[in-house]
């Protein structure tokens, strides 16, 4: 908890900080540390100065003796230079270059893309059926790339609820990006806009984590948290755990939600890969609604706690 | 310490999966074609495999085309030269100056680089570095004169071409005698093959990197382990791997899910053979010229003598089993008795393997062993030495360590060493650098770990900070399989470095990558960003390559010799590839004795080309 404590106590403690620190999210991204790693216990090994590190090397020593950082975290100021190998030299100039433009270009400036339908699935409750979709596409390099975001569900032929977002997904450590960019509202009730920042990327012990923070007009905030968990009962059955909460910053009583937290599922479901493209799954969610928002839904003769029951595809291309 | 039970049945019991590993018997490539195919392949004849043709002299022709293959039951289109898998085998005398004109014709430009050969930049065959490339239709003119003797290989240096089939023996026969004598002579080709469209195969990787890797720690592996050793240990053993978010089945990007293994261009189920008589000398001229695969390769009831690595001679040592990576060559004698005998390449990850068989007479097999089992990584392939002796603090009153409680009892660490293997690893072996700081300051190599800046962001997923030094691990795998398993530090090039010059400088390069994004690079940076190696033209220099990942990278320098060096800085071997294991940090002497733009990459093809690679100017 030090770690969260130094990232943070510099920053408003806003909704979005406090969320990403319950969610445990935000130590990682930092660096993960391994205490001990055996070594400050070995005295023998602590006394004896190292050989070529200046005593104002504090990380690295630290790092020998300490804790060891072997994931993210800052470079330490006397890291090496990557080029400096080179002696001004790059691949477009210098002697022996092929004249022109450079030609050589390998994978690492390609663009790459995919389209992922996470969910697609049929929903059965007590009071009605409906078919949900969550999908996520992105497009562009290893470090940026335009995402696009689609969750929502159509009921009797008419869309409900449908969140759609386009974002500029920017890596930020080993298993983070961070992402930046609008989300669109639209179904039952007015439409909303809001900008989006957030971050998606994997927590230690392999949850998938995002989590977005909303700014839209008229002083409305929100907040999105989402994860999943892929549990291998074998090499292609797979169970996969899902939360999701929603908060808002003020109520929207023309969308029917109150301030605070207004909204979570709970689900699980479970898969078989008959490819790693191409899995279906059945799955049973809980969901339920909270404080004022619950209040809305009573008022309307709507249930506040519901389960689900949902069969579907999960696939990609 | 017990074993690791494997995780998964050795071959996978569906029978179309099994047909698929171990391929088909036969060609038959036209039957089934589909009738586009058959349209693309009129006029096409079907691509040779087996023992390549062999060509000799001073003038050759090669023609680069499309020729249809059939591994697997479905008919594909392979890349191929003069229309064989191997293409042929090219035999070559030393001192002679050879022509070799290459005809493209593709609908795309296409390349051969000759691997592990010295001559001019120009003649390297590197599209981009060395020269455009070979558009369609033209015919670029290669001509070089050979300086050197023993077992190479060419391949495409262009896209996935040489995934797609462009690969063959080159064999540089010494002008006086061979002081390698045998009665008989065969290249052992190894390969991989996928159905798939190499390119997509990336973009597949680009999603989701564990995509063809069915070896993956389950749920029902946990339950097993728990019965077997408690649940705390159970616990402990998957803790750090999964706080870092690392897989310890990440042992290959590719497996039998996608690939079948081919020798000499044939399937497992083909059955490449070689003849004998009984009591022949029979030297086998072993090349991994796969895109993906390490091989580990033995052939049962032989012993093999290794005579030769990389094309250069070494002192024979005689051992029970060999790994090998892309790029690297080992010939081997052996001297069989019996009928027949398998020749036996699982690859690294044990999903399949290439087989032939060494007879007296066509038509024979021997048994054929299982796959070895599934062997989790061990925290020494993740985390190094764990031991002070790898980190620089050379000369210090480190004698008083001791080793064996270092590397067994690490107070603190709260993790159960389960998966390490003590006995083969870098815990009280060869922790050289500890002893004394005899000759100048670069009279071995430096042991101090400097991280470029660029391996903190989010192109690196670790990075290791007591490397393991020492060269005689065989690594994952083959740690205490009861073989003798060869090892670097098994190998002595008879004769010694070609330049007795110590180095004059350092030049210590990462090899780093992240595997959820699937990205490749050198100190965090893919080659794109960055920048060459400049080395000035006549020095000495020492490499140091450390490995911050948790996979073996063979890299391959084109255009001059690496000289592998022990870590007290005593020259080994002589190699134009050295395999780099995770964690470990391995050092060569370089002489830049040849001026020009050359290309220096690890030849796991797609590694190569997600970006770990640079380029070295020696001016």
Not at chain 1, 67 to 72: A, E, I, L
Not at chain 2, 384 to 401: E, F, K, R, T
Not at chain 2, 465 to 472: A, E, F, W, Y
């Given at each position: 908890m030090k770690l969260i404590q130094g990232r943070f106590s510099m920053k408003p403690r806003s909704l979005f900080t406090a969320a990403m620190v319950l969610l445990g999210a935000a130590p990682v991204w930092a660096q993960t540390p391994m205490e001990g790693g055996g070594h400050a216990a070995h005295s023998g090994a602590a006394a004896a100065p190292t050989r070529a590190e200046s005593p104002a090397n504090a990380p690295s020593a630290t790092m020998d003796h300490g804790?060891?950082?072997?994931?993210?975290g800052p470079a330490p100021a006397d890291a090496r230079d990557p080029h400096a190998y080179s002696n001004g030299l790059t691949l477009e100039s210098g002697p022996y270059v092929l004249p022109g433009p450079r030609q050589l270009r390998l994978s690492d400036e390609h663009a790459f893309g995919s389209v992922l339908l996470d969910r697609l699935e049929r929903v059965y409750t007590k009071d009605g059926n409906a078919t949900a979709y969550d999908a996520q596409a992105w497009f562009g390099s290893t470090y940026d790339r335009l995402v696009l975001k689609a969750e929502g569900d159509v009921a009797k032929g008419k869309l409900e609820e449908a969140r759609t977002e386009v974002l500029w997904g920017h890596a930020i450590a080993s298993y983070w990006d961070t992402q930046l960019g609008v989300r669109q509202d639209s179904g039952t009730g007015p439409d909303r806009t809001w900008l989006a920042f957030g971050i998606q990327g994997l927590a230690p012990y392999w949850f998938d984590v995002d989590a977005t923070a909303y700014v839209g007009s008229s002083g409305r905030t929100a907040l999105r948290l989402s994860g999943e968990y892929e549990l291998l009962l074998t090499q292609r059955l797979i169970l996969q755990p899902r939360m999701e909460v929603n908060l808002y910053g003020q109520r929207d009583e023309a969308r029917g939600l109150g301030s605070g937290l207004a909204d979570a599922a709970a689900g699980l479901r479970l898969r078989y890969e008959f490819s790693r493209q191409f899995a279906p799954y059945v799955g049973v969610e809980w969901a339920g609604k909270f404080g004022q928002t619950a209040d809305f839904a009573r008022a309307e003769g709507q249930r506040t706690r519901e389960t689900r029951y949902v069969a579907g595809v999960r696939l990609w291309f | 310490m017990p074993p690791l039970r494997p995780f998964h049945s050795p071959l996978p019991l569906v029978p179309a999966r099994r047909r698929f590993v171990r391929g088909l018997v036969a060609g038959g490539v036209m039957i089934g074609l589909s009738p586009w195919l058959r349209a693309a392949a009129q006029g096409l004849s079907d691509t040779r495999t087996g023992a390549a043709p062999v060509l000799s002299g001073t003038n050759i022709d090669l023609v680069v085309g499309e020729s249809p293959v059939n591994f697997t039951g479905k008919p594909r289109m392979a890349t191929t030269i003069n229309g064989s898998i191997p293409a042929p085998t090219l035999k070559l005398r030393e001192g002679d100056t050879v022509t070799i004109r290459v005809t493209n014709r593709l609908r795309e430009a296409t390349s051969i680089h000759w691997h592990g050969i010295i001559l001019p930049y120009q003649m390297d065959g590197v599209p981009g570095i060395s020269f455009p490339g070979i558009p369609p239709g033209q015919t670029f003119t290669y001509q070089f004169r050979l300086e050197q003797t023993g077992t190479y290989w060419y391949h495409s240096h262009s896209g996935m071409q040489e995934q797609t089939g462009m690969y063959g023996a080159l064999i540089v026969e010494p002008?006086?005698?061979?002081?390698?004598?045998?009665d008989r002579d065969y290249v052992v080709h190894l390969s991989d093959w996928t159905d798939e469209d190499p390119m997509r195969v990336l973009a597949k990787l680009k999603v989701q990197s564990d995509y063809y890797n069915y070896h993956q720690p389950t749920a029902i592996d946990f339950f097993r382990d728990v019965a077997d050793m408690g649940l705390s240990r159970a616990l402990d053993k998957r803790a750090m791997w999964n706080q870092m978010r690392m897989n310890p089945t990440d042992l290959a990007d590719l497996s039998g899910a996608t690939l079948t293994y081919l020798m000499n261009g044939v399937t497992p189920a083909g059955n490449w053979t070689g003849l004998f008589r009984p009591g022949e000398r029979v030297r086998l001229r072993f090349i991994n010229g796969a895109a993906n695969t390490f091989y580990d390769v033995r052939i049962p009831g032989l012993k093999m003598t290794v005579v030769q690595s990389d094309g250069q001679n070494v002192e024979p040592v005689t051992v029970d089993e060999f790994r090998f990576g892309p790029g690297e060559t080992y010939d081997v004698i052996v001297t069989p008795q019996e009928d027949a005998y398998t020749i036996f390449a699982q690859s690294m990850d044990r999903t399949g393997f290439a087989r032939g068989t060494l007879a007296v007479r066509e038509g024979l097999s021997a048994a054929v062993p299982a796959l070895d089992p599934v062997e989790w990584l061990t925290m020494a392939d993740m985390m190094?030495?764990?031991?002070?002796?790898?980190?620089?603090?050379?000369?210090?009153?480190?004698?008083?360590?001791d080793h064996a409680a270092m590397g067994h009892d690490m107070p603190g660490m709260k993790h159960d060493m389960s998966g390490m293997n003590h006995g083969a690893m870098a815990m009280g072996h060869g922790q050289h650098a500890m002893h004394g700081m005899a000759g100048g300051a670069l009279a071995k190599p430096s042991a101090t770990v400097r991280h470029a800046r660029t391996e903190y962001g989010p192109s690196t997923d670790m990075r290791v900070?007591?490397?393991?030094?020492?060269?005689?691990d065989p690594g994952i795998g083959l740690r205490n399989n009861g073989r003798r398993v060869l090892t670097l530090a098994d190998l002595k090039t008879i004769g010694g470095p070609l330049d007795p010059r110590g180095a004059e400088r350092e030049i210590e390069l990462h090899l780093t990558g992240n595997m959820e994004r699937y990205t490749w690079s050198l100190d965090g940076l893919e080659f794109g960003k960055s920048t060459p190696v400049h080395l000035k033209y006549g020095e000495r220099v020492r490499v140091i390559l450390h490995n911050d990942t948790m996979m073996t990278h063979p890299m391959h320098l084109h255009g001059m010799w690496s000289e592998v060096e022990t870590p007290d800085g005593q020259f080994l071997v002589r190699r134009h590839t050295i395999p780099v294991q995770p964690a470990q940090r391995v050092s060569f002497l370089v002489t830049a004795d040849a001026l020009g733009r050359w290309a220096w990459h690890c030849h796991l093809m797609l590694h190569m080309d997600m970006g770990m690679f640079r380029e070295v100017v020696v001016s």
């Open positions: 804790s060891m950082n072997m994931q993210g | 002008r006086d005698a061979d002081p390698i004598r045998a190094g030495a764990m031991d002070h002796g790898a980190m620089g603090h050379g000369g210090s009153a480190m004698g008083a360590m900070d007591m490397p393991r030094t020492n060269l005689d």
